[in-house]
């Protein structure tokens, strides 16, 4: 049931006065006692059902509380995990179609990562009627923003876990009727390490326009994996396409450089997941002096690698999530200075710009609005 | 009372190894932070919240007497809970590294007059950095009050017992006057405009806790309404003079020392901590009564360390006093009942000019 601007504006007073009453504090209380996935403030979501999709993949499906604002197939959900009293934040694909607030159930696709603390806990410890406090979707890997993509054709790359979001497109495109001309490659190193393969051919069995093609490391066919050309040949017209990438970081750059070497950048679209692998070390040599307000002090750095971890070093706790660039959780505003994003290799010295500080070396003296946590 | 030796001066030789074994314990602790921290809290949050239901409930319900100082005790105990070991210690930011919203010093508002932003400025960031340096920390004497002879007299200080009675009834307020600055107004130390945005936020809050525990809980009450604000007033009471006491004996008591503007000046982390050892007092007791004081109890151990989780202080507490008597600085501790009286003693002869001018 949708609420009207009138009610929401009117709950949201009615909350703001409850919490400055100090209400919201026994009522969570009591929520939180009993377990439930209510929360006055916060995004929860309860498993009602774990699915094992391959050996080392498993799906999580969710249902959350009225705070859910939906999402757009294609984006991520964060997933806080406590681990020895410490809050964990990772980022997860959601593999459904697109939902809207109405709508609450939603699954996420986790990869257990050999020696991942807050996977390997996801996989053992998380049954069905455990609750999660999750983030709202983001993410810009959604086809809306390519250019009326569904009537023009895609091609769907990806490998290893990054099948996901493509898999939450293709979902969302068939539940719309909207499947086009499309062509999905899918790189895996085994057969066995191939999830949601049997709902792919199903899709493509009711949707003809679309083309799945798998390629293997180890396959019996003898083939390679990724290549520039086994990919042109399976698919001549890549060029035409608008492209969507996903998968590990070397398949990536391969088909980056493909794209880009043929004048194609802009017709690809990619969503990266994991710890980039920072661009050689491009940071200004030397220390570099950090002039941090609120409160104001300095703090000298070795001027080497991510300014969170350049922070940390110095004795300063910023708040971080995901510490590979994606959940925003470090994001601080820059006064001054220069600094190089290191997953996009770009420079920007503009004032008063929001800078992620995980993925972000200085490349001078800095001036950081940073609240000191001690 | 025992009466300790002055403390060593320390050679910077002697600071610096000082300081690096008080690093090195800071360090070991941190790494030790885990499960059992973020239990504790939670488990005093659950009962802070379970106390001032029960207590609201019996002041809202009963009639007789009997429910009353019930109900008014369970809501003081929730307050002083709620102010002491909760909100001054998450507000430190001792439970920041646990990333959990609820616990996160930034975010935390208590159930106090005082607006959490201006307590965390002067408090966090004044007092804990320029700790009993006169003219730099505000929280000696609390402007009014001549805890130390070097304070010059004034002839309002022929008043401060009285004084001091009267900030015990209503610390609260003392605390969040204190947090506007005031008393720098009407000294002309302070602009109009820095008061202006000093008082609103202080405006507002004290506006609602006012309106929550006079105005909203007693109309819920309808005919109890009476009872109800009066219990609310006292548990506000009890919660103040409790607080007043403790805050007290943390930088009041005989034997602790006061400093010069110029002494702190360029000091080293160790000349720092050894500062923090003189200038704090411990307070003896049980495990329920340094959980009450939030474990200010600790003052020495918490002024070493404020941003570890305070329930560790008990635990730490005989490694600091051997540290200290190795390197010769007063560990001042004593009970709560003997603590309490050196203070009130001290407040009594410094309101007087010539005395106390150091026998020591």
Redesign the interface.
Do not use: C, M
């Given at each position: 049931m949708r609420e009207t601007t009138f009610g929401r504006e009117l709950r949201s007073t009615a909350l703001k006065i409850a919490q400055?009453?100090?209400l919201d504090?026994?009522a969570?209380?009591v929520l939180d006692?009993l377990g439930t996935t209510r929360s006055l403030r916060?995004l929860r979501a309860r498993v009602v059902k774990v699915i094992d999709e391959t050996p080392d993949i498993k799906t999580f499906v969710l249902e959350a509380n009225r705070h859910w604002r939906g999402h757009r197939a294609g984006q991520y959900v964060t997933v806080d995990v406590?681990l020895?009293?410490?809050?964990?934040?990772r980022c997860y694909s959601l593999t459904s179609a697109s939902s809207d607030q109405s709508s609450r159930r939603l699954s996420i696709a986790v990869k257990r990562v050999p020696g991942g603390r807050v996977s390997t806990f996801l996989h053992e410890r998380v049954r069905p009627g455990a609750v999660l406090n999750i983030g709202h979707a983001s993410g810009d890997f959604v086809l809306d923003a390519v250019p009326s993509a569904a009537s023009q054709s895609l091609l769907l790359l990806s490998g290893g876990s990054g099948v996901t979001p493509v898999l939450s497109i293709l979902r969302d495109l068939d539940a719309r009727d909207a499947v086009g001309d499309v062509v999905f490659v899918h790189h895996a190193r085994r057969a066995i390490d191939v999830a949601f393969w049997a709902e792919l051919l199903s899709i493509s069995r009711r949707r003809p326009g679309l083309r799945l093609e798998l390629c293997l490391d180890e396959g019996d066919d003898g083939s390679k994996g990724f290549t520039e050309e086994g990919l042109m040949a399976l698919v001549p017209d890549y060029a035409s396409r608008h492209t969507l990438l996903c998968g590990p970081s070397g398949l990536m750059a391969r088909v980056e450089r493909m794209w880009a070497q043929r004048g194609l950048t802009e017709r690809l679209k990619l969503e990266r997941f994991g710890s980039p692998t920072p661009l050689g070390s491009p940071t200004h040599d030397g220390p570099v002096k950090v002039r941090l307000t609120g409160?104001e002090r300095t703090r000298l750095t070795s001027g080497r690698g991510s300014l969170l971890a350049q922070l940390e070093a110095v004795g300063e706790?910023p708040?971080f999530g995901c510490r590979v660039g994606i959940c925003h959780t470090c994001t601080c505003t820059k006064r001054s200075g220069t600094v190089m994003n290191l997953l996009t290799g770009l420079t920007s010295s503009r004032a008063g710009e929001a800078i992620q500080l995980c993925v972000s070396a200085a490349m001078s003296d800095l001036h950081l609005e940073l609240?000191e946590?001690? | 009372m025992k009466k300790q030796p002055e403390p060593t001066a320390l050679t910077r030789e002697q600071a610096d190894a000082l300081e690096k074994e008080l690093d090195d314990l800071h360090r070991e602790l941190k790494a030790d932070?885990?499960?059992?921290?973020?239990?504790h809290i939670r488990s005093v949050?659950?009962l802070s919240?379970a106390s001032?239901?029960v207590g609201r409930l019996l002041l809202h319900f009963g009639l007789d007497p009997l429910t009353f100082v019930a109900g008014t005790s369970a809501l003081a105990l929730s307050k002083i809970l709620e102010n002491m070991e909760i909100g001054h210690n998450v507000m430190?930011?001792q439970y920041?590294?646990?990333?959990?919203?609820?616990l996160d010093?930034?975010a935390y508002e208590w159930?106090l007059v005082c607006a959490g932003a201006d307590w965390r400025?002067y408090h966090?960031?004044e007092h804990h950095t320029f700790t009993n340096v006169l003219g730099k920390d505000r929280d000696v004497g609390y402007h009014y009050l001549r805890v130390t002879p070097e304070q010059p007299w004034r002839p309002m200080h022929l008043l401060q017992p009285l004084l001091a009675t009267g900030l015990a009834f209503g610390f609260q307020w003392g605390i969040a006057m204190h947090g506007v600055k005031f008393p720098e107004k009407f000294e002309g130390q302070k602009t109009l405009t820095e008061l202006h945005q000093r008082v609103v936020p202080f405006l507002r809050k004290a506006g609602?806790q006012l309106f929550?525990d006079y105005g909203?809980f007693p109309a819920l009450a309808l005919g109890n309404a009476p009872r109800v604000a009066i219990g609310n007033l006292l548990a506000n009471v009890i919660r103040n003079l409790w607080t007043f006491c403790v805050i007290f004996c943390g930088h009041f008591p005989e034997g602790v020392t006061y400093y010069k503007e110029g002494e702190a000046k360029d000091e080293s982390r160790g000349q720092w901590y050894a500062r923090q050892i003189n200038g704090s007092a411990n307070i003896e007791g049980g495990s329920f009564f340094h959980l009450l004081t939030g474990h200010l109890s600790h003052q020495i151990e918490h002024h070493l360390f404020?941003?570890l989780p305070a329930s560790r202080y008990p635990d730490l507490a005989p490694r600091i006093r051997e540290i200290c008597a190795r390197y010769g600085q007063r560990y001042t501790t004593g009970p709560f009942g003997a603590q309490l009286g050196s203070v009130a003693k001290k407040l009594l002869r410094l309101a007087l000019p010539q005395q106390g001018l150091t026998t020591a």
């Open positions: 400055r009453l100090f504090r026994s969570s209380f006692e916060e406590e020895d009293g410490v809050r964990h934040r409160p706790r708040a609240q946590t001690t | 932070l885990g499960q059992a921290d973020v239990d949050i659950r919240r001032e239901i430190h930011g920041d590294w646990t990333l959990d919203p609820a010093s930034r159930d400025e966090n960031y609602w929550k909203f404020p941003d």
